[in-house]
Nanobody, 122 residues
Framework: VQLVESGGGLVQPGGSLRLSCAAS????????LGWYRQAPGKERELVAG???????NYVDSVKGRFTMSRDNANNMMYLQMNSLKHEDTAVYYC?????????????????WGQGTQVTVSS
């Protein structure tokens, strides 16, 4: 399984960016998805996630500004980020919890994207 992230960049405060993450390979099913971020000197934190019941959750600091979505048919997830702030600057990582098939065997595995830099600066 491979993950490819895209969409990061430099944006001014108040601007918008849309991150994308595509998974490919021997994927039987998607269990859960998540967008994480890690700022310099800080722990990696969960920004938004869709759990196994399909519920979407956001960290308080991004509620009302970020929207996570998914495209099951193409094994993709997105993070629409609006009204960006300086404190949103970080490397953003996507995470898929997948059911992967190896012949007749299906195994739950977790995969991470390579990370994409988001910088909010004037």
């Amino acid at each position: 399984v491979q993950l490819v992230e895209s969409g990061g960049g430099l944006v001014q405060p108040g601007g918008s960016l849309r991150l994308s993450c595509a998974a490919s390979g021997s994927i039987f099913d998607i269990i859960a998805l998540g967008w994480y971020r890690q700022a310099p000197g800080k722990e990696r934190e969960l920004v938004a996630g869709i759990d196994s019941d399909g519920r979407t959750n956001y960290v308080d600091s991004v509620k009302g500004r970020f929207t996570m979505s998914r495209d099951n048919a193409n094994n993709m997830m997105y993070l629409q980020m609006n009204s960006l702030k300086h404190e949103d600057t970080a490397v953003y990582y996507c995470n898929f919890d997948l059911l992967v098939y190896y012949g007749e065997v299906r195994q739950a595995e977790s995969y991470w994207g390579q990370g994409t830099q988001v910088t909010v600066s004037s």
